[in-house]
């Protein structure tokens, strides 16, 4: 991310906050931490995060190593809903995109694990998208 631009969530908050007035009410951080748009904004950021992967030239082991923390993060969020929502159908889903995600999980870990050495060159980074770059 170049680094005059902050984070979508903070720009975010920023806007949120002027229409408010600047005015935040006194909470403590664990407080902060606590609320279902945190939870759901951390599950994010940490799943956006992890699937930045350098390439390895190796289309399966990338798809797989981008889809676990994209998976992972469906798992966060289902069990934010779980621990936040009451509808009784969307926390059966999320019960069930808990299970079913791990298990897809594991099979991509098995998988990887499976899968001969990735190539020792990485593909030319200057061809793939931006999104796709991630800074060392």
Do not use: N, W
């Not at 170049?2 to 600047?22: E, H």
């Not at 923390?69 to 469906?74: L, R, T």
């Not at 929502?85 to 059966?92: F, K, N, S």
Request: aromatic residues 4%; hydrophobic residues 45%.
């Amino acid at each position: 991310m170049p680094k005059d631009r902050f984070p979508r969530g903070i720009t975010t908050c920023a806007f949120l906050l002027s229409l408010a007035g600047g005015a935040v009410p006194a909470r403590s951080e664990a407080a902060a931490a606590d609320t279902f748009a945190s939870v759901m904004a951390t599950a994010m950021a940490r799943m956006d995060r992890d699937m930045m992967v350098r390439p390895s030239g190796d289309p399966d082991r990338d798809f797989a190593t981008m889809m676990i923390p994209h998976h992972q993060g469906a798992v966060e969020m289902a069990e934010a809903e779980l621990r936040f929502g009451h509808d009784p159908i969307l926390r059966r889903l999320a019960q069930g995109i808990i299970v079913e995600q791990r298990q897809e999980i594991a099979v991509m870990r098995q998988a990887i694990a499976a899968l001969p050495p990735a190539p020792t060159a990485a593909p030319d980074m200057t061809t793939m998208p931006m999104h796709m770059q991630k800074e060392h």
